[in-house]
């Protein structure tokens, strides 16, 4: 897959990110589309399993039928197999008339089991028989039904670690795990933090006329720096809450609101010891008590916090007799958007304009060398989306809503592009 069918398919499903896992996970998802195979994605809480699902439903010779997300978690034990496989009529207390399952009322269609883990044992053997022969039995019903599903299953925990613990059915697992998928945490995709963080912050600032937010150089690096055990869901709490409360009112007048290491700090979460990845001893014989475990987490903690710092002096570069300034951003979506070669944290923390403090003419020949070839590659970027555009414009005879449906973009963001690039349509034509 070429990277503008990736980047549409990232436009279409709102995904923010230029990871290389990131990116094979969403490739594997289109591949693995038009079979019927069963997929297990993996990755932690928050990271966007939700999101492969989905791809692999639009893209599969289903995509007109049915699709439904079922959080297995969150369904009372006792009601399991009802939900999944429906009941007649007086089955149980409370059963006044018969109700379909998610496996009848979604055949033909896809149906996305998030939190597969969390399924009871005995649930368990009769979604193994599903899978294998697509028949099912409602509660309190002795007729075989069939039916025609594609199940897609996710999964936060270890499920076979789970299944040596007799908590997983190990026939289940292997059935589920045709296909993984796995879905990289933030934490390993350093380089998309920033463009997600302002994302999150754009989108925020503009639903509720609030000013954008920059960060400087130290904020970034602190931004980048944190493991984030919540990934995504985290992060956007942070910049809504950031957005919310720092920046201001939006009026004709407004400036773009700063925000510097000391800030942000105040709203990124605590890392608890009890929250750290680290196992605890089976049975009693452990030789350690509480007060040296917490004095050992406390230790790695301490010396975390001195690396970070070490590592944050030999990347920052000074400059005497200024302070530096924070970059200005004037396309903001291309930013977020993640358009062009992916971001690394090193080119991130170093962003700053040092013209605006020093004159146009500051800087090595090289710099202005880098800053040519950047203006050359936007450039190619530009006529690459004005040629997409043409096209879709051409295909629906000028329709914009249609032609931004084809690109996979907002129709909002087509008319900006539009505007920018200069481009009439047939109906822009007519109206003159």
């Known amino acids: 897959m070429d990277t503008q069918e990736l980047q549409k398919i990232k436009n279409q499903f709102d995904i923010i990110g230029n ?7 969403l490739e594997m998802a289109v591949a693995i589309a038009p079979t019927d195979l069963t ?15 989905n791809i692999i439903h639009r893209y599969s010779t289903r995509r007109n039928a049915k699709y439904f997300a079922l959080n297995c978690g969150a369904i009372p034990e006792g009601t399991v197999d009802a939900e999944l496989f429906g009941h007649e009529k007086g089955s149980f207390t409370g059963a006044i008339e018969a109700r379909k399952g998610y496996f009848e009322e979604y055949d033909g269609g896809t149906l996305f089991l998030d939190e597969i883990g969390e399924l009871p044992l005995a649930s368990q053997a009769k979604l193994l028989r599903v899978l294998q022969s697509g028949e099912f039995i409602k509660v309190g019903s002795s007729k075989v039904q069939k039916t025609d599903v594609r199940v897609i299953a996710a999964t936060n925990v270890n499920l076979l670690h789970a299944v040596s613990k007799g908590k997983f059915r190990e026939d289940l697992y292997y059935r589920l795990n045709a296909v993984q998928i796995s879905v990289p945490s933030l934490r390993e995709r350093k380089e998309d933090i920033y463009l997600l963080f302002r994302k999150f912050s754009s ?17 970034i690096d602190l931004l980048i720096g944190y493991r984030w055990p919540g990934n995504i869901r985290q992060l956007k709490n942070v910049a809504q809450a950031i957005t919310a409360l720092e920046a201001g009112p939006l009026t004709a ?10 800030t942000l700090r105040r709203y990124m979460p605590k890392e608890e ?25 406390k230790a790695i903690l301490d010396l975390k916090k001195e690396i970070d710092s070490i590592k944050s002096r030999l990347n920052s570069v000074p400059v005497p007799g200024k302070a530096l300034k924070p970059v200005s951003f004037d396309n903001d979506e291309a930013e977020w958007q993640g358009q062009g070669a992916p971001v ?13 403090e020093f004159g146009p003419d500051f800087g090595p020949k090289e710099s202005k060398e880098k800053e040519l070839k950047e203006e050359e590659k936007e450039l190619s970027i530009a006529k690459s989306n004005i040629s997409i555009v043409l096209k879709a414009l051409e295909k629906h005879g000028g329709n914009r809503k249609l032609a931004a449906e084809e690109v996979g973009i907002s129709e909002r963001t087509l008319y900006r592009w539009l505007e920018k690039y200069k481009i009439e349509t047939a109906t822009d034509k007519q109206d003159q």
């Open 344 to 356: 690394h944290a090193a080119d991130i923390s170093s962003n700053v304009d040092l013209r605006n």
């Open 273 to 297: 010891s009890c929250l750290l990845p680290v196992a605890a001893p089976e049975g009693t014989g452990s030789s350690l008590s509480d007060s040296d475990k917490q004095m050992i987490v």
């Open 39 to 53: 997929v297990l994605v993996t990755g932690e809480n928050g990271v966007g399993k939700e999101s492969i699902p």
């Open 253 to 262: 007048s407004s400036q773009r609101s700063v925000i510097d290491a000391d």
């Open 19 to 25: 990871d290389a896992a990131l990116n094979r996970a």
């Open 203 to 219: 989108d925020f600032s503009e639903s509720n006329k609030r000013v954008k937010i920059s960060l400087t150089n130290e904020a």
